[in-house]
């Protein structure tokens, strides 16, 4: 049986972080506020013309080398983003270019706040098939670029960042398995108002931003969340108890600990970054996992659960031995 591992994994983060503090002075909001609903404290943003590729190469580039391959080796590049640099080409094959790997897939998948996982399980099955050897997953975002200060609702959530994974073919347990869904009828509740065939609004920024309805985002998370974890342990017939790490979405703190809760996890054992990060949607997994691995708390061996939840909507998991 072939098995996707993952080899190494690496992130980046942009150098200007702008504390709650902050936006307090340029909207009307508060820390406590931001705090108590979120456990958002702090997010970092991209400087001036730093975009999601620039981010991404860092990312990739410590993901490779904690590798310890060459990057020649790498025979596919996924990209899960909701903040391309361009419409097309896809910021995936910018990477490729960055990354001097001309001749392999390269292609940017958009799941909205899922696309890391996402992207986690279309190169399983990719490797599963013996169509790939080693694949380059990553999950970038620049959501900054899309936030309306006017709107106190969403703007205090959002923000930048990148990560990436190297999958290899092994014979040794890596993916034990991966779940994805999508509900379409729920498109209206979150996400940003323009696009290509729609048009652009003549307004500041073409008129992106973000809308959401975070009373019932917040629901239908928590439901769907716990949903997810009971297909994923049933799938591997296992119990609550063999989950070492949870390594989640970061939405929202409150989304997190009702998930831990549904596991029966002590917060210890899940990896928060939201009061740091923010959420940096497809990053923010892939940031997670990095600095779990990083900080030596997720070990070899470890058996690790994925999972997302985002606009669509859209929802994954991924069971993993690391
Ligand atoms: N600062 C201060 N006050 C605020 C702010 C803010 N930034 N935003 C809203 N408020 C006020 C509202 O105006 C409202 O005031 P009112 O009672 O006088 O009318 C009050 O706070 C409560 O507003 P609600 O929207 O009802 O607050 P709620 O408790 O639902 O919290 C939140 C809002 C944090 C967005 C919550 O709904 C949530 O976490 N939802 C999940 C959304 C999410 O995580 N989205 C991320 C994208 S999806 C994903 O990644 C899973």
């Known amino acids: 049986m072939i098995y996707s591992r993952i080899m190494g994994t690496g992130s980046y983060l942009p150098e200007n972080i702008v504390t709650n503090k902050d936006l307090e002075k340029i909207m009307d909001t508060n820390d406590q506020w931001i705090q108590d ?28 080398e904690a590798s310890g391959i060459d990057a020649a080796e790498i025979d596919m590049i996924i990209l899960g983003t909701t903040t391309p640099d361009l419409i097309f080409p896809s910021s995936a094959c910018l990477l490729q270019e960055r990354l001097g790997l001309p001749g392999i897939a390269a292609f940017d998948l958009n799941a909205a706040c899922t696309s890391f996982v996402y992207s986690i399980s279309v190169a399983d099955q990719f490797i599963k098939s013996g169509m790939a050897k080693k694949i380059l997953v990553c999950g970038a975002e620049t959501l900054s670029r899309a936030l309306d200060y006017e709107d106190r609702t969403t ?73 997810i974890v009971d297909e994923t342990l049933a799938a591997n017939n296992l119990e609550k108890s063999d989950i070492d790490w949870l390594i989640p979405h970061q939405a929202n703190l409150r989304i997190i600990m009702a998930t831990a809760k549904k596991l029966n996890m002590p917060m210890e054992k899940v990896i928060v970054t939201v009061d740091k990060h923010g959420n940096t949607s497809a990053a923010s997994v892939a940031l997670a996992l990095d600095e779990g691995v990083r900080s030596g708390r997720v070990k070899r061996g470890d058996t690790i659960l994925l999972e997302a939840f985002g606009g669509g909507f859209t929802w994954g998991s991924a069971l993993i031995k690391y």
């Open 37 to 64: 609903r979120t456990g958002i404290k702090q997010r970092h943003m991209a400087a001036e013309g730093e975009t999601t590729v620039d981010m991404v190469e860092q990312a990739a580039l410590r993901a490779i």
């Open 155 to 227: 703007a205090v959530l959002f923000a930048d960042g990148a990560g990436a994974i190297v999958l290899e073919a092994s014979e040794e347990p890596g993916i034990l398995s991966t779940h994805i869904h999508a509900d379409g009828r729920y498109a209206h509740l979150l996400g940003a108002d323009v696009g290509v065939s729609r048009g652009f609004k003549d307004s500041n920024n073409g008129g992106l931003k973000i809308l959401m309805n975070g009373r019932e985002v917040f629901k239908m998370a928590v439901r769907t969340l716990g949903q």
